[in-house]
């Protein structure tokens, strides 16, 4: 898909929308999709051509830069973000979208991104052209086969807007793979990586000539079978692509925090996200700038909207984002479940750093106390790693994080037994925090502290010997 996308400070009303869709001319027609989410310009055969997908409000300052790079032209927030997005499989999609897009900044004010996609022309259409799959649910696709949804992207950054997360709903609901297909220069959002991170699905890197392979593992791969699989050798082993393998290592950094609270005492006065806020103010010296459920997140941050978003899809999962303000790069996935023993927030909060900057290490166990004391940690983790200050992810080797410290909240640790937890047989010296236990575990550069780690969670997990 090629996307273009119009950032106006005013909402894309009915007429605007329609002005849009006189971009094709007569010969294109008009249908909804995704349940009204989505207007699709489509031939006289039902091919789709563009989908303009609903327009969403942003409140939080930032985005646009952060998804579509500097100089977009953003308007003050809030301002309206409304993606159009041409099909690959027909030339003349891509200036349609254009023309719907450069019609709404006309009339809206605004930007157009990319710049140069903007156009105010009326694009003819010829009658029958087109192969792009659709799903059951209207969503469509470069390719679909019987195993697998295909979608081409060639933007800098892919997110894992709401389109993105449709596709992924609706292909695995289906029962089918979605694999992603960029050039070598595109990144991705850390909440779209750790989505393809599981198999079926996959993100497929095309290199110069017929050259594909895996932006995340380096596999080689071919188109066999209606799917991109791994190239295999004589005996059977897979190939990893030099151009993934020989990449320089990033002078950047990255702190990641995962941690997992527990409300045992769940009443109408629950309130979610105070833990995600309190170790965003920790690590940062403010909170979090905002929240939504997919990219570009758009709303303030709320915890009282955020917990009452999740009392509504209870007793199903929620998965939330939540990002920080655009000079400390700072970005946050917060799933909230029900458990036996209560409602569990599970954080991951990364945050990235120049080559001039420090990491705050000497910030991550105050932060352990107070989420033990204040806020039910169940167990805590901090490593470093090496990669994008920007936080976005490359097709490129990147070396896994180092272990900084572990934190066993105070219910594991009477599982355990406070002296089976504060004597592991290894060089450590951990640190009571009230009823919890911090193990401080290194300063992100040795990879042997992933042993240790190990060893540890061996340990914490055995039994101790009545006696």
């Given amino acids: 898909m090629k996307d273009v996308i119009a950032l106006t400070p005013k909402m894309p009303d009915s007429w605007a929308v329609v002005a849009g869709l006189y971009a094709g001319g007569p ?71 254009g023309s719907v897009a450069g019609r709404l900044r006309m009339l809206l004010g605004g930007a157009v991104w990319p710049a140069e996609a903007a ?64 050039p070598p220069h595109v990144r991705l959002t850390l909440p779209l990586r750790t989505a393809l991170a599981g198999a079926p699905n996959r993100w497929v890197v ?21 799917t ?9 082993e897979g190939r990893v692509a030099e151009v993934f393998a020989d990449a320089s290592p990033a002078t950047d950094r990255q702190l990641i925090v995962s941690f997992r609270v527990l409300h045992e005492n769940v009443t109408d006065d629950l309130v979610l996200g105070d833990a995600l806020r309190t170790a965003w103010t920790a690590l940062t010296g403010s909170g979090p700038a905002g929240w939504g459920t997919a990219e570009p997140v758009n709303l303030p941050w709320s915890t009282d909207q955020l917990t009452a978003l999740a009392r509504e899809r209870s007793p199903e999962p929620t998965h939330l984002l939540a ?15 029900r458990t036996e023993g209560g409602v569990a927030e599970d954080v991951i909060l990364t945050l990235g750093y120049g080559p001039d900057e420090t990491p705050p290490l000497d ?22 790693r090496r990669g994008r200050r920007d936080l976005t992810v490359p097709p490129r080797f990147e070396a896994p994080p180092i272990p900084v410290s572990f934190t066993l909240g105070g219910a594991d640790v009477r599982a355990a037994g406070l002296d089976h937890a ?18 401080p575990l290194g300063d992100g550069t040795d990879a042997q502290a ?3 780690l190990q060893r540890l969670s061996a340990h914490l997990k055995a039994v101790p010997a009545a006696g």
């Fill in 323 to 337: 990002v920080g303000h655009p000079g400390r790069p700072a970005l946050a996935t917060l799933r909230v479940s």
């Fill in 228 to 236: 991109f699989t791994p190239v295999r050798t004589e005996t059977g």
């Fill in 422 to 439: 504060l004597r592991p047989p290894l060089d450590l010296s951990p640190i009571r925090l009230g009823t919890a236990v911090h193990y």
């Fill in 27 to 97: 010969d294109v027609e008009a249908a909804g999709a995704n349940g009204g989410a989505v207007v699709q310009l489509r031939t006289a055969d039902g091919r789709p051509l563009v989908s303009v997908e609903a327009p969403m409000l942003v409140h939080v300052a930032g985005e646009a830069e952060r998804l579509l790079g500097g100089g977009v032209g953003a308007p003050p927030v809030p301002y309206w973000w409304t993606e159009v997005r041409a099909s690959t499989a027909v030339p003349e999609a891509a200036p349609l979208a």
């Fill in 450 to 452: 992933w042993t240790v």
């Fill in 363 to 384: 910030a991550v166990e105050p932060l352990a106390r107070t989420l033990a004391t204040e806020h039910g940690l169940t167990s805590m983790l901090a490593s470093l």
């Fill in 119 to 182: 156009s105010l022309d009326v694009v003819a259409v010829p009658p029958g052209t087109g192969v792009t799959g659709i799903t059951e649910a209207g969503l469509a696709v470069d390719v679909l086969t019987g195993s697998t949804a295909v979608v081409l992207v060639d933007r800098p950054v892919v997110p894992l807007n709401a389109w993105m997360s449709e596709i992924l709903r609706t292909v695995a609901a289906a029962g089918l793979a979605l694999q992603i297909v960029t």
């Fill in 206 to 226: 095309q290199d110069s000539g017929n050259l594909y392979y895996d932006g995340l593992s380096g596999a080689e791969l071919r188109w066999q079978d209606g």
